[in-house]
Protein backbone atom coordinates (compact mmCIF):
# COMPACT_ATOMS: atom_id res chain seq x y z
CA UNK A 1 0.00 0.00 0.00
CA UNK A 2 3.04 1.85 0.34
CA UNK A 3 3.67 2.56 -2.97
CA UNK A 4 0.48 3.74 -4.07
CA UNK A 5 1.21 6.72 -5.20
CA UNK A 6 3.89 5.61 -7.18
CA UNK A 7 1.67 3.25 -9.23
CA UNK A 8 0.88 4.54 -12.59
CA UNK A 9 2.30 8.13 -12.03
CA UNK A 10 5.16 9.44 -13.89
CA UNK A 11 6.99 10.68 -10.58
CA UNK A 12 10.49 12.09 -10.89
CA UNK A 13 13.06 10.14 -8.87
CA UNK A 14 13.89 13.28 -6.46
CA UNK A 15 9.79 14.02 -5.44
CA UNK A 16 9.70 10.55 -5.22
CA UNK A 17 12.59 10.30 -2.59
CA UNK A 18 11.06 13.25 -0.44
CA UNK A 19 8.02 12.25 -0.84
CA UNK A 20 9.04 8.59 1.06
CA UNK A 21 10.62 10.84 3.80
CA UNK A 22 7.91 13.19 3.87
CA UNK A 23 5.66 9.85 4.40
CA UNK A 24 8.22 8.61 7.02
CA UNK A 25 8.08 11.75 8.69
CA UNK A 26 4.22 11.18 8.75
CA UNK A 27 3.90 7.73 10.34
CA UNK A 28 6.63 8.88 12.74
CA UNK A 29 4.83 11.49 13.97
CA UNK A 30 1.22 9.68 14.20
CA UNK A 31 2.72 6.45 16.07
CA UNK A 32 4.93 9.61 18.40
CA UNK A 33 2.52 10.35 20.87
CA UNK A 34 0.92 6.76 21.55
CA UNK A 35 4.09 5.45 21.37
CA UNK A 36 6.00 7.82 24.23
CA UNK A 37 2.68 7.58 26.55
CA UNK A 38 3.36 3.12 26.17
CA UNK A 39 7.12 3.72 26.93
CA UNK A 40 6.68 6.04 29.83
CA UNK A 41 3.18 4.53 31.50
CA UNK A 42 3.48 1.19 30.73
CA UNK A 43 7.39 -0.29 30.30
CA UNK A 44 8.95 2.49 32.40
CA UNK A 45 5.95 1.93 34.99
CA UNK A 46 6.28 -1.69 34.86
CA UNK A 47 9.77 -2.68 34.92
CA UNK A 48 10.20 0.21 37.78
CA UNK A 49 7.67 -1.45 39.60
CA UNK A 50 9.58 -5.00 39.57
CA UNK A 51 12.81 -2.95 40.39
CA UNK A 52 10.96 -1.41 43.47
CA UNK A 53 9.95 -4.59 44.78
CA UNK A 54 13.41 -5.36 45.77
CA UNK A 55 14.02 -1.38 47.13
CA UNK A 56 13.88 -0.33 50.21
CA UNK A 57 13.97 3.33 51.88
CA UNK A 58 16.50 3.31 54.60
CA UNK A 59 17.83 6.20 56.43
CA UNK A 60 21.18 5.42 54.37
CA UNK A 61 19.08 5.37 51.22
CA UNK A 62 17.70 3.12 48.91
CA UNK A 63 19.33 -0.33 49.15
CA UNK A 64 18.64 -3.82 47.17
CA UNK A 65 16.88 -6.13 49.43
CA UNK A 66 14.47 -9.27 49.60
CA UNK A 67 13.02 -7.95 52.95
CA UNK A 68 9.52 -6.78 51.12
CA UNK A 69 9.19 -10.73 50.26
CA UNK A 70 9.66 -11.95 53.99
CA UNK A 71 7.78 -9.52 55.42
CA UNK A 72 4.82 -10.00 53.07
CA UNK A 73 4.74 -14.14 53.65
CA UNK A 74 5.64 -13.37 57.59
CA UNK A 75 2.70 -10.85 57.56
CA UNK A 76 0.39 -13.16 55.82
CA UNK A 77 0.24 -15.84 58.75
CA UNK A 78 -0.60 -13.08 61.18
CA UNK A 79 -3.89 -12.80 60.97
CA UNK A 80 -4.10 -8.95 62.05
CA UNK A 81 -2.54 -7.80 58.87
CA UNK A 82 -5.53 -9.29 57.38
CA UNK A 83 -3.63 -10.43 54.42
CA UNK A 84 -4.99 -13.90 54.29
CA UNK A 85 -8.58 -12.12 54.81
CA UNK A 86 -7.84 -9.57 51.80
CA UNK A 87 -6.29 -13.62 49.61
CA UNK A 88 -10.37 -15.01 50.74
CA UNK A 89 -12.61 -11.84 50.38
CA UNK A 90 -10.43 -11.48 46.62
CA UNK A 91 -11.77 -15.02 45.80
CA UNK A 92 -15.00 -14.09 47.22
CA UNK A 93 -15.45 -11.24 44.76
CA UNK A 94 -14.28 -13.34 41.79
CA UNK A 95 -16.54 -16.33 43.41
CA UNK A 96 -19.74 -13.93 43.16
CA UNK A 97 -18.97 -11.75 40.32
CA UNK A 98 -17.95 -14.15 37.84
CA UNK A 99 -18.01 -17.56 38.88
CA UNK A 100 -22.61 -17.03 40.11
CA UNK A 101 -22.50 -13.77 38.16
CA UNK A 102 -21.24 -14.83 34.56
CA UNK A 103 -24.05 -18.06 34.63
CA UNK A 104 -26.63 -15.78 36.32
CA UNK A 105 -25.94 -12.86 33.40
CA UNK A 106 -26.26 -15.71 30.74
CA UNK A 107 -29.57 -17.02 31.93
CA UNK A 108 -31.28 -13.63 31.98
CA UNK A 109 -29.89 -13.25 28.61
CA UNK A 110 -31.24 -16.64 27.34
CA UNK A 111 -34.60 -15.14 28.63
CA UNK A 112 -34.45 -11.70 27.23
CA UNK A 113 -33.63 -13.41 23.99
CA UNK A 114 -36.65 -15.46 24.29
CA UNK A 115 -38.85 -12.22 24.22
CA UNK A 116 -40.29 -12.27 27.50
CA UNK A 117 -42.93 -9.83 28.05
CA UNK A 118 -41.30 -6.51 28.25
CA UNK A 119 -37.78 -7.74 27.19
CA UNK A 120 -36.57 -4.76 25.36
CA UNK A 121 -37.33 -2.92 28.56
CA UNK A 122 -35.76 -4.61 30.87
CA UNK A 123 -32.73 -4.79 28.72
CA UNK A 124 -32.55 -1.04 28.74
CA UNK A 125 -33.13 -1.09 32.84
CA UNK A 126 -31.03 -4.14 33.61
CA UNK A 127 -27.42 -2.19 31.66
CA UNK A 128 -28.42 1.18 33.60
CA UNK A 129 -25.77 0.74 36.74
CA UNK A 130 -23.41 0.01 34.21
CA UNK A 131 -23.26 3.45 32.97
CA UNK A 132 -23.68 5.29 36.51
CA UNK A 133 -21.01 5.77 38.15
CA UNK A 134 -20.01 3.38 41.23
CA UNK A 135 -19.66 6.31 43.56
CA UNK A 136 -23.49 7.11 42.56
CA UNK A 137 -25.04 3.72 43.09
CA UNK A 138 -22.70 3.12 46.44
CA UNK A 139 -23.69 6.10 48.01
CA UNK A 140 -28.05 5.65 47.19
CA UNK A 141 -27.01 1.89 48.54
CA UNK A 142 -25.27 3.11 51.46
CA UNK A 143 -28.16 5.51 52.32
CA UNK A 144 -30.63 2.70 51.47
CA UNK A 145 -28.96 0.59 54.41
CA UNK A 146 -28.66 3.15 56.69
CA UNK A 147 -29.44 2.08 60.04
CA UNK A 148 -32.35 3.98 59.93
CA UNK A 149 -32.67 3.82 55.96
CA UNK A 150 -35.35 2.23 53.72
CA UNK A 151 -34.08 -1.39 54.27
CA UNK A 152 -34.43 -1.63 57.72
CA UNK A 153 -37.55 -0.13 57.70
CA UNK A 154 -39.16 -2.54 55.18
CA UNK A 155 -37.51 -5.55 56.77
CA UNK A 156 -39.15 -3.79 60.11
CA UNK A 157 -42.55 -3.61 58.95
CA UNK A 158 -42.77 -7.34 57.16
CA UNK A 159 -41.14 -9.16 60.66
CA UNK A 160 -43.09 -7.08 63.17
CA UNK A 161 -39.87 -6.27 64.94
CA UNK A 162 -37.18 -3.11 65.48
CA UNK A 163 -34.97 -4.21 62.76
CA UNK A 164 -31.61 -1.91 63.04
CA UNK A 165 -29.00 -3.79 61.49
CA UNK A 166 -26.02 -1.73 60.37
CA UNK A 167 -25.10 -3.58 57.18
CA UNK A 168 -22.12 -1.58 56.54
CA UNK A 169 -20.23 -1.17 59.52
CA UNK A 170 -21.23 -4.50 61.26
CA UNK A 171 -18.28 -6.81 60.68
CA UNK A 172 -20.86 -9.84 60.63
CA UNK A 173 -22.58 -8.74 57.12
CA UNK A 174 -20.02 -6.21 55.65
CA UNK A 175 -18.46 -8.03 53.41
CA UNK A 176 -21.60 -10.27 52.65
CA UNK A 177 -23.51 -6.74 51.81
CA UNK A 178 -20.43 -5.44 49.47
CA UNK A 179 -20.50 -9.34 47.71
CA UNK A 180 -24.36 -8.38 47.05
CA UNK A 181 -23.70 -5.13 45.57
CA UNK A 182 -21.32 -6.39 42.93
CA UNK A 183 -23.72 -9.24 41.99
CA UNK A 184 -26.92 -6.63 42.07
CA UNK A 185 -25.34 -4.43 39.97
CA UNK A 186 -22.85 -6.75 37.93
CA UNK A 187 -25.37 -7.82 35.24
CA UNK A 188 -25.34 -5.07 32.53
CA UNK A 189 -22.47 -5.23 30.35
CA UNK A 190 -22.47 -8.99 30.35
CA UNK A 191 -25.96 -9.41 29.38
CA UNK A 192 -25.92 -6.93 26.58
CA UNK A 193 -22.88 -8.81 24.98
CA UNK A 194 -24.54 -11.82 25.56
CA UNK A 195 -27.83 -11.04 24.18
CA UNK A 196 -25.82 -9.10 21.31
CA UNK A 197 -23.84 -12.79 20.51
CA UNK A 198 -27.44 -14.35 20.51
CA UNK A 199 -28.58 -12.73 18.52
CA UNK A 200 -25.84 -12.72 15.87
CA UNK A 201 -26.40 -16.73 15.78
CA UNK A 202 -27.88 -17.59 12.33
CA UNK A 203 -31.69 -18.17 13.48
CA UNK A 204 -32.18 -20.97 11.39
CA UNK A 205 -30.01 -23.35 13.19
CA UNK A 206 -32.27 -22.73 16.39
CA UNK A 207 -35.05 -22.98 14.19
CA UNK A 208 -34.58 -26.43 12.98
CA UNK A 209 -34.15 -27.72 16.83
CA UNK A 210 -36.88 -26.41 17.56
CA UNK A 211 -38.97 -28.25 14.91
CA UNK A 212 -36.92 -31.47 16.34
CA UNK A 213 -38.99 -30.61 19.82
CA UNK A 214 -35.91 -29.47 21.49
CA UNK A 215 -36.25 -28.62 25.21
CA UNK A 216 -35.16 -24.82 26.30
CA UNK A 217 -32.79 -26.13 28.56
CA UNK A 218 -30.95 -28.53 26.09
CA UNK A 219 -31.30 -25.58 23.46
CA UNK A 220 -29.40 -22.91 25.82
CA UNK A 221 -26.68 -25.31 27.07
CA UNK A 222 -26.18 -27.48 24.05
CA UNK A 223 -27.02 -25.23 21.03
CA UNK A 224 -26.85 -22.11 22.31
CA UNK A 225 -23.75 -22.13 24.93
CA UNK A 226 -21.11 -23.58 22.28
CA UNK A 227 -22.40 -21.34 19.41
CA UNK A 228 -21.22 -18.17 21.90
CA UNK A 229 -18.37 -19.62 23.54
CA UNK A 230 -15.87 -16.85 22.06
CA UNK A 231 -17.45 -14.74 24.11
CA UNK A 232 -17.69 -16.29 27.26
CA UNK A 233 -14.70 -17.62 26.99
CA UNK A 234 -12.98 -13.88 26.27
CA UNK A 235 -15.45 -12.44 29.43
CA UNK A 236 -13.88 -15.51 31.56
CA UNK A 237 -10.07 -14.89 30.35
CA UNK A 238 -10.64 -11.11 31.67
CA UNK A 239 -12.24 -11.56 34.59
CA UNK A 240 -9.09 -14.31 35.62
CA UNK A 241 -6.88 -11.04 34.28
CA UNK A 242 -8.49 -8.89 37.13
CA UNK A 243 -8.49 -11.42 39.47
CA UNK A 244 -6.23 -9.80 41.52
CA UNK A 245 -5.86 -6.53 40.68
CA UNK A 246 -9.66 -5.65 41.09
CA UNK A 247 -10.22 -3.89 44.04
CA UNK A 248 -13.91 -4.04 44.30
CA UNK A 249 -16.01 -0.54 45.55
CA UNK A 250 -13.87 -0.74 48.93
CA UNK A 251 -12.68 2.63 48.90
CA UNK A 252 -16.43 3.46 48.22
CA UNK A 253 -17.72 1.23 50.87
CA UNK A 254 -15.12 0.97 53.81
CA UNK A 255 -11.75 1.68 53.05
CA UNK A 256 -10.97 -1.83 53.85
CA UNK A 257 -12.35 -1.58 57.37
CA UNK A 258 -14.80 -3.97 59.21
CA UNK A 259 -13.26 -7.02 57.60
CA UNK A 260 -13.55 -6.04 54.13
CA UNK A 261 -9.91 -6.10 53.01
CA UNK A 262 -8.69 -6.96 49.34
CA UNK A 263 -5.87 -7.62 47.84
CA UNK A 264 -6.40 -4.73 45.35
CA UNK A 265 -7.61 -2.46 48.03
CA UNK A 266 -4.55 -3.22 50.58
CA UNK A 267 -2.21 -2.35 47.79
CA UNK A 268 -4.34 0.82 47.03
CA UNK A 269 -4.48 1.83 51.11
CA UNK A 270 -0.29 1.22 51.08
CA UNK A 271 0.25 4.12 48.25
CA UNK A 272 -2.21 6.37 50.28
CA UNK A 273 0.48 5.88 53.11
CA UNK A 274 3.56 6.77 51.19
CA UNK A 275 4.65 2.89 51.21
CA UNK A 276 5.89 2.03 48.11
CA UNK A 277 8.04 -0.40 48.11
CA UNK A 278 6.38 -3.16 49.99
CA UNK A 279 2.75 -2.93 48.04
CA UNK A 280 5.16 -3.27 44.66
CA UNK A 281 6.72 -6.66 45.99
CA UNK A 282 2.93 -7.94 47.03
CA UNK A 283 2.05 -6.33 42.70
CA UNK A 284 5.11 -8.83 41.54
CA UNK A 285 4.11 -11.80 43.76
CA UNK A 286 0.19 -12.43 42.91
CA UNK A 287 1.50 -11.25 39.18
CA UNK A 288 3.48 -14.19 39.05
CA UNK A 289 0.96 -16.50 40.25
CA UNK A 290 -1.99 -14.17 38.01
CA UNK A 291 -0.09 -14.67 34.65
CA UNK A 292 0.23 -18.30 34.51
CA UNK A 293 -3.17 -18.68 35.72
CA UNK A 294 -4.81 -16.35 32.32
CA UNK A 295 -2.85 -18.61 30.26
CA UNK A 296 -4.20 -21.86 31.83
CA UNK A 297 -7.68 -20.40 31.86
CA UNK A 298 -7.39 -19.43 28.75
CA UNK A 299 -5.84 -23.27 26.78
CA UNK A 300 -8.29 -24.95 29.23
CA UNK A 301 -11.24 -23.18 27.65
CA UNK A 302 -9.63 -23.27 24.28
CA UNK A 303 -10.03 -27.35 24.58
CA UNK A 304 -13.41 -26.97 26.31
CA UNK A 305 -14.67 -26.08 22.89
CA UNK A 306 -13.25 -25.18 19.58
CA UNK A 307 -14.01 -21.71 18.20
CA UNK A 308 -16.53 -22.25 15.99
CA UNK A 309 -17.30 -20.14 12.72
CA UNK A 310 -20.67 -19.63 11.24
CA UNK B 1 -46.64 -12.17 22.14
CA UNK B 2 -49.63 -12.87 24.28
CA UNK B 3 -50.44 -15.40 21.02
CA UNK B 4 -47.09 -16.99 21.27
CA UNK B 5 -47.30 -16.95 25.08
CA UNK B 6 -50.63 -19.74 24.61
CA UNK B 7 -48.27 -22.34 22.44
CA UNK B 8 -46.28 -22.48 25.53
CA UNK B 9 -46.19 -26.02 27.68
CA UNK B 10 -48.08 -25.60 31.13
CA UNK B 11 -44.32 -26.11 32.74
CA UNK B 12 -42.66 -23.16 30.47
CA UNK B 13 -45.81 -20.93 31.18
CA UNK B 14 -44.91 -21.40 34.54
CA UNK B 15 -41.63 -20.72 33.94
CA UNK B 16 -41.87 -17.79 32.20
CA UNK B 17 -44.32 -16.08 34.64
CA UNK B 18 -41.52 -16.63 37.36
CA UNK B 19 -38.60 -15.68 35.79
CA UNK B 20 -41.15 -12.27 34.41
CA UNK B 21 -41.38 -12.05 38.20
CA UNK B 22 -37.92 -11.81 38.96
CA UNK B 23 -37.26 -9.53 36.26
CA UNK B 24 -39.92 -7.31 37.26
CA UNK B 25 -38.48 -7.48 40.77
CA UNK B 26 -34.99 -6.63 39.81
CA UNK B 27 -35.89 -4.09 37.09
CA UNK B 28 -37.85 -2.29 40.33
CA UNK B 29 -34.67 -2.42 43.03
CA UNK B 30 -32.65 -0.50 40.23
CA UNK B 31 -35.22 2.03 39.41
CA UNK B 32 -36.51 2.21 43.01
CA UNK B 33 -33.25 3.97 44.52
CA UNK B 34 -33.22 6.43 41.70
CA UNK B 35 -36.60 7.72 42.47
CA UNK B 36 -36.26 7.27 45.81
CA UNK B 37 -33.19 10.10 45.48
CA UNK B 38 -35.07 11.99 43.40
CA UNK B 39 -37.95 12.56 45.87
CA UNK B 40 -35.31 13.23 49.03
CA UNK B 41 -33.65 15.57 47.37
CA UNK B 42 -37.18 17.91 47.12
CA UNK B 43 -37.51 17.29 51.00
CA UNK B 44 -36.34 19.35 53.97
CA UNK B 45 -33.83 18.29 56.22
CA UNK B 46 -36.71 17.22 58.77
CA UNK B 47 -39.02 15.44 56.58
CA UNK B 48 -36.34 13.12 55.03
CA UNK B 49 -35.31 11.59 58.25
CA UNK B 50 -38.63 11.65 59.83
CA UNK B 51 -40.59 10.00 56.36
CA UNK B 52 -38.74 8.27 54.97
CA UNK B 53 -41.34 7.04 52.07
CA UNK B 54 -43.59 9.71 52.03
CA UNK B 55 -44.06 12.51 49.05
CA UNK B 56 -42.18 15.65 49.90
CA UNK B 57 -45.15 18.01 51.29
CA UNK B 58 -43.48 20.89 49.34
CA UNK B 59 -41.60 19.82 45.76
CA UNK B 60 -39.17 21.62 47.08
CA UNK B 61 -36.84 22.56 43.80
CA UNK B 62 -34.90 25.37 45.62
CA UNK B 63 -32.76 22.78 47.26
CA UNK B 64 -31.20 22.57 43.50
CA UNK B 65 -30.31 26.00 44.27
CA UNK B 66 -28.93 25.66 47.55
CA UNK B 67 -26.86 22.71 46.53
CA UNK B 68 -24.99 25.18 44.11
CA UNK B 69 -24.00 27.25 47.64
CA UNK B 70 -23.98 24.87 49.87
CA UNK B 71 -22.52 21.19 48.12
CA UNK B 72 -18.97 21.96 48.74
CA UNK B 73 -15.76 19.93 49.17
CA UNK B 74 -13.29 22.19 50.70
CA UNK B 75 -12.73 25.29 48.24
CA UNK B 76 -14.48 23.47 45.11
CA UNK B 77 -18.25 24.33 44.70
CA UNK B 78 -20.57 22.56 43.06
CA UNK B 79 -20.25 24.65 39.85
CA UNK B 80 -16.18 24.00 40.06
CA UNK B 81 -17.01 20.30 40.30
CA UNK B 82 -19.29 19.94 37.60
CA UNK B 83 -16.39 22.42 36.01
CA UNK B 84 -13.67 19.64 36.45
CA UNK B 85 -16.19 17.29 35.61
CA UNK B 86 -16.40 18.97 32.14
CA UNK B 87 -12.99 19.55 31.92
CA UNK B 88 -11.62 15.82 32.44
CA UNK B 89 -14.18 14.44 30.01
CA UNK B 90 -13.57 15.96 27.16
CA UNK B 91 -10.33 17.15 26.86
CA UNK B 92 -9.65 13.49 28.10
CA UNK B 93 -12.11 11.97 25.77
CA UNK B 94 -10.50 13.85 23.12
CA UNK B 95 -7.11 13.29 23.72
CA UNK B 96 -7.89 9.20 24.19
CA UNK B 97 -9.93 9.13 21.14
CA UNK B 98 -6.87 11.42 18.77
CA UNK B 99 -3.95 9.34 20.17
CA UNK B 100 -5.74 6.23 19.44
CA UNK B 101 -6.83 6.86 16.06
CA UNK B 102 -3.50 7.92 14.50
CA UNK B 103 -2.09 4.83 15.89
CA UNK B 104 -4.94 2.60 14.98
CA UNK B 105 -4.51 4.45 11.18
CA UNK B 106 -1.37 3.71 10.76
CA UNK B 107 -0.83 0.05 12.11
CA UNK B 108 -4.06 -0.38 9.36
CA UNK B 109 -2.95 1.61 6.54
CA UNK B 110 0.88 1.88 6.89
CA UNK B 111 2.04 -1.94 7.24
CA UNK B 112 5.89 -2.41 7.87
CA UNK B 113 7.42 -4.15 10.14
CA UNK B 114 6.96 -1.93 13.59
CA UNK B 115 3.13 -1.72 12.87
CA UNK B 116 3.17 -6.08 13.28
CA UNK B 117 4.71 -5.95 16.54
CA UNK B 118 2.93 -2.73 17.82
CA UNK B 119 -0.25 -4.74 17.21
CA UNK B 120 1.10 -8.03 18.99
CA UNK B 121 2.12 -5.91 21.88
CA UNK B 122 -1.25 -4.19 21.78
CA UNK B 123 -2.85 -7.23 22.23
CA UNK B 124 -0.33 -9.08 24.68
CA UNK B 125 -0.59 -5.67 27.19
CA UNK B 126 -4.59 -6.15 27.16
CA UNK B 127 -4.73 -9.99 28.70
CA UNK B 128 -1.38 -10.09 30.96
CA UNK B 129 -2.46 -8.90 34.53
CA UNK B 130 -0.07 -6.67 35.94
CA UNK B 131 -0.82 -6.07 40.06
CA UNK B 132 0.20 -3.37 41.80
CA UNK B 133 2.33 -1.44 39.23
CA UNK B 134 0.55 1.51 41.46
CA UNK B 135 2.74 2.60 43.74
CA UNK B 136 5.19 3.10 40.70
CA UNK B 137 2.78 5.12 38.62
CA UNK B 138 1.74 7.22 41.93
CA UNK B 139 5.64 7.58 42.51
CA UNK B 140 5.90 8.56 38.58
CA UNK B 141 3.08 10.63 38.00
CA UNK B 142 2.92 12.55 41.59
CA UNK B 143 7.02 12.66 42.43
CA UNK B 144 9.13 12.78 39.39
CA UNK B 145 6.65 13.85 36.68
CA UNK B 146 4.46 16.26 38.72
CA UNK B 147 1.29 15.48 36.37
CA UNK B 148 -1.17 15.40 39.13
CA UNK B 149 -3.07 18.71 38.27
CA UNK B 150 -5.49 18.77 36.08
CA UNK B 151 -3.53 19.79 32.56
CA UNK B 152 -0.61 17.16 33.49
CA UNK B 153 -2.59 14.08 34.09
CA UNK B 154 -3.99 14.57 30.51
CA UNK B 155 -0.96 12.65 29.77
CA UNK B 156 -2.56 9.43 31.64
CA UNK B 157 -5.18 9.47 28.82
CA UNK B 158 -3.21 10.08 25.67
CA UNK B 159 -2.68 5.79 25.59
CA UNK B 160 -2.97 4.43 22.00
CA UNK B 161 -3.09 1.23 22.46
CA UNK B 162 -6.03 0.31 24.66
CA UNK B 163 -9.59 -0.97 23.57
CA UNK B 164 -10.30 2.18 21.33
CA UNK B 165 -7.37 1.41 19.60
CA UNK B 166 -8.83 -2.35 18.76
CA UNK B 167 -12.11 -1.24 17.88
CA UNK B 168 -10.42 1.85 15.31
CA UNK B 169 -8.16 -0.48 13.86
CA UNK B 170 -10.94 -2.66 13.23
CA UNK B 171 -12.58 0.22 11.54
CA UNK B 172 -9.61 1.56 9.80
CA UNK B 173 -8.68 -1.74 8.13
CA UNK B 174 -12.27 -2.04 6.61
CA UNK B 175 -12.67 1.28 5.38
CA UNK B 176 -12.32 1.70 1.64
CA UNK B 177 -8.58 3.31 0.22
CA UNK B 178 -9.49 4.34 -2.83
CA UNK B 179 -11.12 7.50 -1.73
CA UNK B 180 -7.44 8.20 -0.30
CA UNK B 181 -5.66 6.91 -3.50
CA UNK B 182 -7.52 9.60 -5.62
CA UNK B 183 -6.38 12.21 -3.44
CA UNK B 184 -2.85 11.04 -3.29
CA UNK B 185 -2.77 11.14 -6.70
CA UNK B 186 -4.54 14.74 -7.11
CA UNK B 187 -1.18 15.72 -5.08
CA UNK B 188 -2.72 15.57 -1.25
CA UNK B 189 -0.24 15.24 1.66
CA UNK B 190 -0.37 12.38 3.83
CA UNK B 191 -1.82 14.54 6.13
CA UNK B 192 -4.58 16.10 4.22
CA UNK B 193 -5.72 12.27 3.19
CA UNK B 194 -6.13 12.03 7.45
CA UNK B 195 -7.58 14.80 8.03
CA UNK B 196 -9.55 15.38 5.29
CA UNK B 197 -10.96 12.18 3.82
CA UNK B 198 -10.49 9.49 6.33
CA UNK B 199 -11.39 10.97 9.39
CA UNK B 200 -14.88 12.17 8.17
CA UNK B 201 -15.27 8.70 6.76
CA UNK B 202 -14.25 7.73 10.52
CA UNK B 203 -16.68 9.82 12.03
CA UNK B 204 -19.49 7.32 13.30
CA UNK B 205 -16.64 5.17 14.54
CA UNK B 206 -15.24 8.27 16.65
CA UNK B 207 -18.35 9.41 17.80
CA UNK B 208 -19.30 6.26 19.36
CA UNK B 209 -16.17 5.29 21.44
CA UNK B 210 -16.00 8.93 22.45
CA UNK B 211 -19.52 8.62 23.66
CA UNK B 212 -18.47 5.89 25.74
CA UNK B 213 -15.17 7.77 26.91
CA UNK B 214 -17.08 10.41 27.98
CA UNK B 215 -19.50 8.03 30.23
CA UNK B 216 -16.21 6.04 31.88
CA UNK B 217 -13.89 9.64 32.65
CA UNK B 218 -17.28 11.57 34.10
CA UNK B 219 -17.85 8.70 36.15
CA UNK B 220 -14.44 7.90 37.59
CA UNK B 221 -13.42 8.42 40.87
CA UNK B 222 -10.28 6.64 40.96
CA UNK B 223 -8.51 8.72 39.13
CA UNK B 224 -9.15 12.05 40.31
CA UNK B 225 -9.46 10.71 43.93
CA UNK B 226 -5.48 9.43 43.17
CA UNK B 227 -3.59 12.66 41.61
CA UNK B 228 -6.70 15.31 41.57
CA UNK B 229 -7.59 15.88 44.97
CA UNK B 230 -7.94 19.95 45.04
CA UNK B 231 -9.45 19.70 41.96
CA UNK B 232 -12.67 16.98 43.11
CA UNK B 233 -14.66 16.31 39.66
CA UNK B 234 -18.44 15.62 40.81
CA UNK B 235 -17.96 12.09 41.22
CA UNK B 236 -15.58 12.35 43.69
CA UNK B 237 -16.99 14.94 45.04
CA UNK B 238 -20.40 12.84 46.03
CA UNK B 239 -18.12 10.02 47.10
CA UNK B 240 -16.03 12.78 49.43
CA UNK B 241 -19.04 14.61 50.66
CA UNK B 242 -20.34 11.40 52.16
CA UNK B 243 -16.80 11.04 54.24
CA UNK B 244 -16.63 14.77 55.57
CA UNK B 245 -19.66 14.81 56.87
CA UNK B 246 -19.62 12.91 60.17
CA UNK B 247 -22.91 14.88 61.51
CA UNK B 248 -25.12 14.42 58.80
CA UNK B 249 -26.88 18.21 57.66
CA UNK B 250 -29.22 18.64 55.04
CA UNK B 251 -29.13 15.61 53.10
CA UNK B 252 -31.21 16.48 50.40
CA UNK B 253 -28.36 18.44 49.00
CA UNK B 254 -26.62 15.50 48.66
CA UNK B 255 -29.63 13.74 46.64
CA UNK B 256 -29.37 17.12 44.42
CA UNK B 257 -25.69 16.38 43.58
CA UNK B 258 -26.78 12.95 42.84
CA UNK B 259 -29.43 13.42 40.86
CA UNK B 260 -27.37 16.26 38.91
CA UNK B 261 -24.48 13.81 38.43
CA UNK B 262 -26.29 10.94 36.51
CA UNK B 263 -28.34 13.41 34.47
CA UNK B 264 -26.28 14.33 31.72
CA UNK B 265 -25.34 10.19 31.53
CA UNK B 266 -29.03 9.76 31.11
CA UNK B 267 -29.47 12.26 28.63
CA UNK B 268 -26.61 10.90 26.55
CA UNK B 269 -28.14 6.75 27.34
CA UNK B 270 -31.89 7.91 25.88
CA UNK B 271 -29.88 9.37 22.80
CA UNK B 272 -27.50 7.57 21.77
CA UNK B 273 -29.03 4.16 23.66
CA UNK B 274 -28.27 1.42 20.39
CA UNK B 275 -25.36 3.21 19.99
CA UNK B 276 -23.91 2.67 23.76
CA UNK B 277 -24.93 -0.77 24.25
CA UNK B 278 -23.96 -2.38 20.80
CA UNK B 279 -20.53 -0.65 21.36
CA UNK B 280 -19.69 -2.51 24.79
CA UNK B 281 -16.96 -4.26 24.72
CA UNK B 282 -15.50 -6.31 27.18
CA UNK B 283 -14.23 -4.47 30.19
CA UNK B 284 -14.81 -1.66 27.98
CA UNK B 285 -17.07 0.62 30.51
CA UNK B 286 -16.07 0.00 33.40
CA UNK B 287 -11.93 -0.14 32.86
Known sequence: ?310 | MIKAFKKLTLAQKIVFTFVFILFSVYAISIIAPFVWAFLSSLKTDDEYYEKVFALPKQWLFSNYVTAFTEFKIKKTSMLGMIGNSLWLTFSGTFVAVMVSSATAYIVAKYPFWGTKIIYRVAIFTMIIPIVGNLPAMYKLVVADLQFNNPIGILALYAGGFGFNFIILHGFYRSVSWSYAEAGFVDGATDWKVYWRIILPQALPAIVSISILSCIGIWNDYMTPFLYLKDHPTLALGIYQFDIIQTYRSNVPIYYCAIIMSILPILILFCCFQETIMENTVAGGLKG
Open chain 1, 1 to 310: MSDNLAQGIPVKKKTLQSRKIQRGFFIGLMLSVGIIQFLVFWVYVNFNSILMAFQLQTREGLIWTFENFSRFFHELSIADFELDLALKNTLLLFVVGTVIGLPTSLLFSYYLYKKILFSKFFRVIFFLPSIISAAVLVALFRYMLAVDGPVNAILSSISGKVVDIEWITDEAYSMGTILFYVFWTGFGSNIVLFTGAIHRIPQDVLEYARLDGVSMTRELLQIIVPLIWPTISTLLVFATAGLFTNSGPILLFTQGQHKTMTIGYFIFDQVQNNSYYYPAAIGLIFTAIGFPLVIIVKWLLGKILEDVEY
